[in-house]
């Protein structure tokens, strides 16, 4: 059972989501909160397997909360060694630029708009329940404008690869450009697994959180550009 914990400051909305989880098999909401400071708090007494977060609400934000959430090194109450790290999916009606990047640097495995289809955003949670990300497709758009609109990017540093082996910069690469790992394995002759491992390893090598810590590593590396595609 996924455990999901509700965070938004209109309670018509965290009713209307608690009524539909409460219909979806394998999910159920363990709490609510309105603002951020709650989320922090009942996040660390419950440990609900995803959080999910609205940004704009009084007090604490949702960005500040995310970044508290997943920054938190103890575990709660129910929690013991060994136990995932709460998920933050973000659900949210802004999108703009500064609010898409602000909340994948803080932490957050997922970033949806409450317009989608409810179906959509029930799979969201299921998927960054499992370690996975998730992005709706126009907020990929945005991420990728947020890095257009920067000063080109030089070669990556050394040491910022310290460690990194050439096919695993290859592996990386492709995750920048937005490929899965079966098109991955694909593109390089590689098997399924074997490009699995090598994200695998991306992700303790960059210590990246998720799937979407690793495009924006990729970027921020210079290995991938939004105008010219792959570096070097």
Not at 13 to 26: E, F, Q
Not at 90 to 112: M, P
Not at 127 to 138: F, H, N, T, Y
């Amino acid at each position: 059972m996924i455990r999901v914990l509700l965070t938004d400051d209109q309670p018509l909305v965290r009713h209307g989501l608690r009524v539909l989880i409460a219909d979806r098999p394998g999910l159920e909401v363990v709490g609510e909160a309105a603002n951020g400071e709650e989320a922090v708090r009942l996040t660390a007494g419950l440990a609900p397997d995803v959080v999910m977060m609205d940004i704009r609400m009084p007090g604490m934000d949702g960005i500040e909360a995310t970044r508290r959430i997943t920054a938190a090194s103890g575990p709660g109450p129910g929690s013991g060694p060994g136990t995932p790290q709460p998920k933050v999916l973000i659900l949210t009606t802004f999108d703009d630029d500064e609010y898409v990047y602000g909340a994948l640097r803080a932490g957050a495995s997922g970033f949806l708009v409450k317009d989608m289809d409810m179906d959509q955003i029930l799979g969201a949670i299921e998927v960054v329940a499992a370690g996975e990300a998730l992005l709706a497709p126009r907020v990929t758009r945005r991420l990728i404008a947020e890095f257009a609109a920067r000063p080109a990017a030089g070669p990556p540093p050394r040491r910022a690869l310290a460690g990194i082996t050439t096919r695993e910069r290859e592996v990386l690469t492709l995750v920048g450009q937005g490929l899965s790992n079966t098109e991955i394995a694909a593109q390089l002759y590689i098997t399924m697994a074997t490009a699995k491992a090598h994200v695998g390893r991306l992700l303790t090598k960059l210590d990246a959180r998720d799937r979407v810590q690793l495009v924006i590593k990729a970027y921020e590396l210079g290995l991938v550009t939004p105008t010219t595609g792959p570096v070097g």
